[in-house]
């Protein structure tokens, strides 16, 4: 992965840090986008902090723009960046959390994803990743907006798989269980930890996609459930 130029989103929070570091020991250039994120989350020659609320289009797009002055190409965008708010049926839910799960789960995809394709194009290669969820291909009652949100990200990437298989593009989405993060402990101490996905494994797949080996690899929707199967 040396000489290589990968955008993660999210980068620092409970799974993006090991997707973050998976890269950076790589020895490829990563650069690393967050709302707040600086050179000292990740004390590493080879990554490079750029803030953005990719939820703006604007954002997106200065994003990409900047990367492309400063490494000439983007060959992995690794899109980590969501959120997760739920606990209310349909009929009780209302507009802020849908607008929300929207805006976090599926806006910031569509920005970015609309801000790097061309420059990937451009260079007849290129590899999306996106983290999706287990939810969004088996809802589960209460959770309406972040599921619906996270069924039309895997429809999202999908779609970028097709329009882009003839330029050297793949795009592929991953759909964990309960991933076993800090703030997912400290939000269910309860919970059945052992039963939760790694974050190391989810970091090591989305590096493997990444890869030259999965070139062949595009438009799969891949479930990570673990022992919560």
Do not use: C
Not at 87 to 101: K, Q, Y
Not at 198 to 209: D, G, I, M, T, V
């Amino acid at each position: 992965m040396a000489h290589q130029v990968v955008l993660i989103t999210g980068a620092k929070g409970g799974l993006g840090a090991h997707v973050t570091r998976a890269f950076l020991e790589s020895r490829a250039q990563v650069i690393g986008t967050s709302r707040q994120i600086a050179a000292a989350d990740f004390p590493l020659p080879n990554f490079t902090p750029m803030p953005a609320d990719l939820t703006k289009a604007e954002d997106a797009n200065q994003l990409a723009a900047a990367i492309i002055a400063r490494f000439q190409k983007i060959d992995v965008l690794v899109h980590v960046a969501g959120g997760f708010a739920g606990g209310s049926p349909i009929h009780e839910t209302d507009d802020a959390t849908w607008d929300g799960m929207m805006n976090l789960n599926l806006r910031a995809a569509f920005h970015i994803l609309r801000a790097v394709i061309p420059p990937m194009r451009l260079e007849k290669h290129g590899r999306i990743i996106a983290i999706g969820s287990r939810a969004g291909v088996e809802p589960a009652a209460n959770i309406a907006a972040y599921a619906a949100s996270k069924a039309a990200l895997v429809s999202l990437v999908k779609t970028a798989a097709l329009e882009n298989k003839a330029v050297g593009i793949t795009a592929n989405v991953i759909l964990p269980g309960t991933i076993d993060t800090e703030a997912n402990r400290k939000s269910d101490p309860a919970g059945n930890h052992s039963k939760w996905v790694s974050p190391e494994k989810l970091a090591a797949l989305a590096f493997y996609l990444a890869s030259d080996a999965a070139a062949e690899i595009t438009g799969a929707a891949i479930p990570v459930y673990g022992a919560g199967l």
